[in-house]
């Protein structure tokens, strides 16, 4: 294995103090893979204190020191060093109530969540310690818990999401018994604090395939945690335009979607009002003001997983408007920029939701792809004009000194923002006054 020099250092440094040290988890499996670790975490005989010593006049953490964590900056980065050892009973399904420091490094793998991140690497001699087989299950590519798998879970029901993300992230399959395990153990979720549910959410959408996504349902994950996404799956699409069910259409979609976490949820919930909004005619199905259930449905699973509210307005902006069909003509467009208040980068994203949402229906609507480019470019040549009311050459001041009042000051700053998009070479306060200044009796009285 390649070892910076940072962890070369700290490991040496455990060395001249007679210590034992090796790189774990993580960096070890990625290693392994050919990939260059993001972080490298390290664990040693050495105790809490012990490692104070070893790095004294070393900036350190000492945050997680009660579970035997010490964090030592180097050269700007912060490596997490932590004493071998062994937890104790897990009285919440996430935290051990209890740990025991060992000089045992088999007793220290054998606490970890998978095979693959249970291996450690002696870099004196150049081996790779791996007590339960976890380099033949890189090769095989699979996801297996270390030891009795529903022992794991009830440690840490995190491990539930963990593996699905580990899956989705390695393309890995999840071997049988623990695939079985996380099946039978799904409802210790109910346990997890929602903000650490969607860490390894967000994770597992932004690197998922349809494939691995999918074990959100097939586990009864959604089921536990949002049973309005576990509905879709049951919401059959019997019309013209699709081939799967509500659930697997919206899995599709994220996986069609940019690796932008925000986008992945609007493609995930975009269409999560079809199962309230479903009725059936003639033998097809029909989904009027979908989106409209969407976004309530949509609010209140992003206010379970905690989201910021700019990142939930963005995402509820979006999914309302996923359905609208885009065109070229002005009218729509300044519908968009103006009415709806879309910026450009909004208008982007709109139309990533649209490209996702229109390869995960049918083949047979392909086409209507060939004309977003054409759509792209009508748009972008008004957002590059005047769009927005402070390019206006006037403001209400100026309204207000034509006589308008209260909210019809906002309507003819509108009127004259379309107006100028139109054409932009009005956009001068003495045109714009004029135009005001015309049709104020007909604003004021709509």
């Not at 590519?141 to 699905?164: Q, S």
Request: charged share 30%.
């Amino acid at each position: 294995m390649n070892l910076p020099s940072d962890v070369l250092y700290i490991l040496n440094k455990f060395k001249d103090e007679n210590f034992y040290a090796y790189p774990v988890g993580g960096c070890v499996r990625d290693s392994l893979l050919g990939k260059t670790p993001g972080d490298w975490d390290i664990t040693t005989d050495a105790t809490p204190v012990e490692i104070l010593e070893v790095f004294n006049g070393h900036k350190v953490i000492t945050l997680g020191e009660k579970f035997g964590t010490i964090g030592v900056l180097i050269n700007g980065k912060t490596y997490e060093i932590t004493t071998m050892r062994y937890d104790h009973s897990y009285d919440d399904n996430r935290h051990p109530s209890q740990v025991s420091f060992t000089k045992n490094l088999i007793e220290d793998l054998k606490r970890r969540d998978f095979t693959i991140n249970s291996m450690a690497y002696d870099h004196i001699n150049k081996k790779v310690i791996d007590p339960f087989d976890g380099q033949e299950d890189l090769k095989r590519r699979v996801i297996k818990a270390v030891g009795n798998p529903d022992e794991r879970f009830k440690e840490d029901a995190l491990r539930i999401m963990r593996a699905i993300r580990f899956s989705a992230k390695l393309k890995f399959s999840i071997e049988t018994n623990t695939l079985f395990s996380i099946c039978k153990n799904v409802n210790l979720l109910k346990n997890i604090a929602m903000e650490r549910i969607k860490i390894e959410l967000d994770k597992t959408l932004i690197c998922g395939d349809f494939e691995t996504l999918r074990n959100l349902y097939n586990c009864n994950i959604f089921y536990v945690l949002f049973p309005e996404i576990h509905k879709m799956f049951e919401t059959t699409q019997n019309n013209n335009y699709h081939i799967y069910n509500v659930g697997d259409h919206s899995l599709m979609a994220v996986t069609k979607i940019k690796n932008d976490v925000l986008l992945k949820y609007v493609a995930l919930l975009h269409d999560v009002g079809k199962v309230p909004a479903k009725t059936v005619d003639n033998g097809k199905d029909h989904f009027y003001y979908h989106s409209e259930y969407s976004v309530e449905i949509a609010r209140d699973i992003l206010n379970r997983l905690k989201f910021s509210n700019e990142d939930k307005h963005k995402v509820l902006k979006l999914i309302e408007f996923h359905d609208t069909v885009l065109n070229t003509k002005l009218k729509s467009i300044m519908k968009f920029v103006v009415d709806r208040n879309f910026s450009y980068e909004d208008f982007l994203d709109l139309l990533e939701m649209t490209k996702a949402d229109t390869l995960a229906q049918s083949p047979l609507y392909i086409n209507r792809l060939f004309k977003l480019d054409e759509i792209k470019e009508a748009y972008k040549k008004v957002y590059e004009g005047p769009h927005k009311l402070s390019h206006l050459a006037v403001d209400g001041r100026d309204m207000i000194e034509l006589g308008y009042r209260n909210e019809n000051i906002k309507k003819i700053l509108v009127y004259l923002l379309k107006q100028v998009i139109a054409d932009p070479n009005i956009n001068r306060k003495e045109k714009l006054m004029d135009i005001a200044g015309k049709v104020q009796e007909e604003i004021c009285k709509n």
